[in-house]
């Protein structure tokens, strides 16, 4: 008994111990290679080796990122039937469309990773998958429409334009298609925003309550500071990230004060200053316990916007069902001619 | 949710304008190739990207793995002389 076990545990130690060194010393020179690939900043393809973890980290950001684009479509779809003009009208309904080609483009950068994306969007539409939290906050009137491509599209910007020098290269490519898009979105925006603040005093007012309303949630938007952000380091290291969120809330912060100035809006910041030494405004503290409550799920509009996205998928089933029907028949028409 | 909702995956390739090639653009969802173009229209060229689309199943399309990288494409880098740098020509004989 002593000793069967005792070899047992002997043998077993041995085999483990060769067959672990192997593998180790073969997955660390491969996962050695490829950070020493990414690091010359060289693109990685889909075909190409990945450790693990780096698909991993892709699949799940590149799809909320794609979720986020998908149900970003709501708050603003709100309003296209009662835009206040024809011009308004047009830009909104285009900008809301490219925001599903966004979400398109990013679903088939995710797949080229070997996610499917019926899966995906099955976790969307059950809650399992997150999405930006700045989609969860109402739009009750138009200038958030104005505040929404100024602040919002332009934080995702931001995000985007720095998106485009990842090391995964469908994933870049995707942002350089998307960021070419953005741009409009922004403009169209502040062009909302300047006719308010320069319209009457209730217009501006509106302008206003509508910055005031989005401020903090779109610096939310970069996600939680550097030293709150523990996959950062990583996805830095792989240069799946290229700047850390404080880095991309600043410039962003940088860009966009001017801009209010201009507008003549305050931004509702009591802190908000420029601070000569840094070169950059500093800023008050973010309510970083609202930003984790909107995410738990328990923002003002999650719910509405998993209902309404529910409720389209379902509604749309009939349309997936005929187009499924049609090509069978077509196919099948096909074939008969052609026997 | 059922899996024939899963539309298969079209690459698309995209010709901006007569002279040039088609060029790959991305891919998409659609249940036959003549909604695959009607799709690629809607999500490839909104900003007139475009004025002819190939569309074909992801699945007809093979591919050379990186794993074959070197076999088959290093043979051409030592052959130098498949160049026009490689020979000589006296300056005077101008452009050749
Ligand atoms: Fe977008
Ligand atoms: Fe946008």
């Known amino acids: 008994m002593y000793l069967r076990d005792f070899y047992g545990k002997a043998i077993a130690r041995i085999f483990v111990t060769e067959s672990t060194v192997k593998i180790m010393t073969k997955e660390t020179s491969l996962e050695d290679r490829f950070q020493q690939y990414v690091d010359g900043e060289n693109k990685v393809e889909p075909k190409d080796w990945m450790p693990e973890a780096y698909r991993k980290t892709l699949i799940r950001q590149i799809s909320q990122h794609a979720h986020s684009e998908v149900v970003g479509m709501l708050p603003e779809a709100n309003w296209i039937t009662r835009a206040p003009s024809l011009r308004r009208k047009v830009a909104l309904l285009a900008k809301v469309q490219d925001e599903a080609g966004h979400g398109l483009y990013l679903y088939s950068a995710a797949e080229t990773l070997g996610a499917d994306r019926m899966d995906l969007i099955k976790d969307l539409l059950s809650g399992k998958a997150k999405y930006s939290s700045i989609f969860n906050y109402p739009t009750p009137t138009w200038a958030d429409m104005g505040a929404i491509g100024w602040l919002v599209d332009g934080a995702a910007i931001a995000n985007q334009v720095m998106l485009c020098r990842t090391s995964y290269g469908p994933y870049a490519r995707a942002m350089v298609r998307i960021c070419k898009e953005e741009s409009f979105h922004q403009r169209q925006g502040y062009e909302i925003m300047m006719t308010l603040a320069r319209g009457s005093e209730a217009q501006k007012k509106m302008a206003q309550d509508a910055l005031n309303r989005w401020w903090w949630p779109s610096l939310m938007m970069f996600g939680p500071t550097d030293d709150h952000s523990p996959n950062s380091a990583q996805s830095m290291k792989w240069k799946i990230k290229r700047k850390s969120n404080d880095e991309l809330r600043q410039e962003f912060i940088d860009k966009t004060v001017p801009q209010a100035e201009f507008l003549g809006l305050r931004v509702p910041d009591d802190a908000l200053r420029w601070n000569e030494e840094r070169g950059h405004y500093d800023h008050g503290e973010i309510d970083w316990e609202e930003f984790y409550n909107v995410i738990k799920g328990n923002g003002p509009c999650n719910k509405q916007r998993m209902d309404a996205r529910n409720k389209a998928h379902d509604a749309g089933a009939w349309v997936r069902e005929a187009a499924n029907a049609y090509a069978a028949k077509q196919a099948q028409k096909k074939q008969s001619s052609a026997a | ?96």
């Open chain 2, 1 to 96: 949710m059922s899996n024939k909702d899963n539309w298969k995956i079209w690459e698309i390739f995209i010709r901006s304008r007569n002279g040039l090639s088609h060029k790959h653009v991305g891919s998409l969802h659609a249940p036959d190739a003549e909604m695959a173009i009607k799709n690629a229209r809607d999500v490839y060229t909104r900003r007139s990207e475009g004025i002819s689309i190939w569309v074909v199943p992801s699945e007809s399309i093979t591919a050379s793995s990186p794993d074959e990288t070197e076999p088959l494409f290093t043979p051409a880098d030592d052959k130098v002389y498949r160049h026009p740098t490689f020979y000589d020509i006296p300056d005077e004989i101008g452009h050749m």
